[in-house]
Each structure stands twice: as structure tokens, then as C-alpha cells.
């Protein structure tokens, strides 16, 4: 099953190592084994596997392997530095492909001894822009089935909606039980769940992180750590408000959002804002990663109320304005007023199964399902 990423990886594999990070069960491991055919003489070493391990430990993989695919090798005792001395001790003309989650994000954050050596990628769900190529289908096909399903691949790809939900109930409850353990002290996992679950429900809202800390009796200190460790697993991802003073709009309620639409509870207006947000966000990387310029995902509030549900940003300017809307065709009054404050973004409201994409008073009216499949991943 060929992904948006392949061709791209394909490609950097050939002058540096690439790192390749997304959230659990996305197909990163189906990405790589599939990049393996690619150069015939490959090895694919896990880990989380005892006798691949072994052979991590001692180093005593196959010079002549072509390609070298190493997972989870982030759960390894400091394998930052480890991995720079196999990055510039490998066999010449040896491909290496690294592949992981959680603390292998860290690598923006930290990746120093690293700095030169690797191109990054981060792998998304399934958007409208990627099932429309893969399936042959219409863009409100996809974008019915997504909403459903979610863009996982095992419960997008089931022959049942039964089994999708078997999955997700099995996946939730695994990422809870053993990634957030990886994280944080056995006595905090039931704090952690249900603070999850109340994030469930507050999808698309701004978040008061003083507010939660109360009602489940903790600080907001510890809250902030949940959080942040949350978004280390790829469970949720935080949407910033836009602030020309960056340090300012970090100090705003950010609004959270799934990366699996289908762990939302709410009505399909907040479903559908989930999975917009999810699709932009895989836009902005997808940019971010293959142009090494700075694109940026934010929302826009005032305190008079004023809002527009997400605005993408290059290079510190706006670019674009989306509001999201289950039927309303009618020009959103925020985005009318933020349309003629930054007249240099494109003011779009997108609006699900709309009947007839018109422009009024310069704001394109467009169906949700069209828009989305013209991004770029």
C-alpha cells in the first residue's frame, strides 16, 4: 500500500539517514518494508524483538545490506549518541531508515549530535487528499468514510465497522496502559485516563488548563505534563492561537485535537472540525518536512469573542483562513472581520456536502470534501 511519504523517503535514503516518527499503529513499520523491496539486499531490526536487540547491541547487522531499517530504537539507554556513532561508522553506501514514536520526536528538540546527519518525516493519517489517490474515490466519499472511520489504517482498510471499532477500543486502551506508563508513574494512569476522556469532550475548544486541574484535583503543573506527554505519544496535538508575538500566543489556551477522529465525542460538526484539523496539520508537516521552510497551524480568538477556527501561517505570514461548517453556507462574521484585517490570506469557510461553491464579499465558499483534497498530503 503505497503512502504519501514514499517517494520522498525513497529519495532522501539515497544522501543522509532519514527518521521516520508518527503515532502508534499509522503504518510506519509497513512504510519501511515496503522501501525495503526497493533495495533488494535490506534488514529490518525491531527493538522490541530479544534477537534483534542482541544484534543492535552488538552491532553485528549485515555490512552489506543495502538498507538498514532500525525500529524503537528510542526505548535504548542513550541512543541519541549510540545512533551518531552508526550513523558515521556505516558500511559505505548504506542506507538507513530509523523509525519510532514518543521520544524519537525529540529529536527536533534535541538532536545536536545529530545536526546534519538525518532528514525527518512525520507520518499522519489517512487524509481526504491521500484516500482519494489510493482508493480512486470521490473527495465526499473519503471524507464520509474518514469521519467514520478515522485515518488509521487498520480500521480505515476494514471490511467492517464493527471491526474498526474493536480496534480503536483495543488501541485506546493500549496507549493508556503501556505508552503513558512509559512516561509517567503507575498511580497516575488513572488520572491520566480520565483526563483524557474529559479532552474527548472538549475537542475544538480553548483549553483551561487551570479549570481541568481542579475538577480532577491536581495542579496545573501536572496537568501541563499530561498534556505534553500526550502530544510526545501523538495521542492529541495542541493548535496555538496566532499572535505576530510568538511568545504571547504561547501563553493563550491552546485548542486540542485527536489525531484519531474517531476517539472524539461530540456531533459530527465537532468530528468534522477534529478531522480538518488533522488534515492540516498533516499539511504543515508534510510542508515543513519536504521544504525545510516554517509553515505554521494556529486559530485566531479575540477576547470580544471573535474567532476563526484555524488560520495556516509561512514564514510568520498568513497565508490562509479556514473556518469549518456542518451546513452553514453563509460567511462566518469572524472570518468576515479577519478577512479584511489580513486581506493578503485567502479567506475560505468550507462547508460539508455543500450544494454550489460561490464567493461572497471575498470569502470562497467551498465544499469541505473539494477543499481538503487539494491540500498537499
Not at 53 to 62: D, E, H
Not at 270 to 296: P, W
Not at 301 to 313: H, Q, Y
Not at 336 to 364: C, H, K, M, T, W
Amino acid at each position: 500500500m503505497k503512502r504519501y511519504l514514499d517517494e520522498l523517503v525513497l529519495k532522501d535514503l539515497n544522501t543522509k539517514m532519514v527518521v521516520l516518527t508518527g503515532p502508534r499503529q499509522v503504518g510506519k513499520t509497513t512504510l519501511a518494508r515496503q522501501l525495503m523491496h526497493e533495495f533488494g539486499n535490506a534488514q529490518y531490526l525491531n527493538w522490541d524483538v530479544l534477537p534483534d536487540r542482541g544484534i543492535l547491541q552488538r552491532q553485528s547487522w549485515n555490512p552489506r545490506a543495502k538498507l538498514l531499517v532500525m525500529d524503537e530504537i528510542h526505548k535504548m539507554p542513550s541512543w541519541k549518541s549510540w545512533l551518531k556513532g552508526v550513523v558515521d561508522g556505516r558500511s559505505p553506501g548504506q542506507a538507513l531508515l530509523v523509525t519510532g514514536s514518543a521520544r524519537m520526536e525529540t529529536f527536533r528538540q534535541g538532536g545536536d549530535s545529530l545536526a546534519g546527519r538525518y532528514f525527518a518525516f512525520r507520518l499522519h493519517p489517512f487524509s481526504v487528499h491521500e484516500w482519494c489517490e489510493l482508493r480512486q474515490v470521490e473527495p465526499a466519499d473519503a471524507l464520509e468514510h474518514l469521519l467514520e472511520r478515522g485515518g488509521f489504517p487498520e480500521p480505515c482498510l476494514a471490511d467492517r465497522l464493527v471491526d474498526a471499532d474493536r480496534w480503536r477500543t483495543q488501541y485506546f486502551n493500549d496507549l493508556i496502559r503501556e505508552d503513558v506508563l512509559e512516561f509517567s508513574r503507575l498511580h497516575e494512569i488513572k488520572t491520566m485516563h480520565l483526563f483524557v476522556e474529559l479532552l474527548r469532550e472538549r475537542v475544538g475548544s480553548p483549553l483551561s488548563v487551570a479549570s481541568m486541574a481542579r475538577d480532577l484535583a491536581v495542579s496545573p503543573a501536572t496537568l501541563k505534563r499530561y498534556l505534553d506527554i500526550l502530544q510526545a505519544l501523538f495521542i492529541v496535538f495542541t493548535v496555538q492561537p496566532w499572535h505576530r508575538n510568538i511568545a504571547r500566543a504561547i501563553l493563550q489556551s491552546p485548542k486540542v485535537y485527536f489525531f484519531d477522529t474517531g476517539l472524539v465525542r461530540g456531533d459530527q460538526g465537532v468530528r468534522l472540525e477534529n478531522a480538518v484539523a488533522g488534515m492540516l496539520l498533516k499539511h504543515v508537516h508534510f510542508m515543513q518536512d519536504s521544504t525545510g521552510k516554517m509553515f505554521g497551524l494556529h486559530y485566531i480568538r479575540t477576547k470580544d469573542g471573535a474567532e476563526v477556527d484555524f488560520a495556516l501561517s509561512e514564514e510568520g505570514k498568513l497565508t490562509r483562513l479556514v473556518e469549518c461548517k456542518l451546513g452553514d453556507s453563509k460567511p462566518h462574521r469572524g472570518l468576515s472581520r479577519f478577512a479584511g484585517e489580513f486581506p493578503d490570506a485567502e479567506a475560505v469557510q468550507i462547508v460539508y456536502r455543500l450544494r454550489q461553491e460561490e464567493f461572497r464579499n471575498g470569502i470562497r465558499i467551498a465544499d469541505a470534501a473539494d477543499w481538503l483534497a487539494g491540500l498537499s498530503a
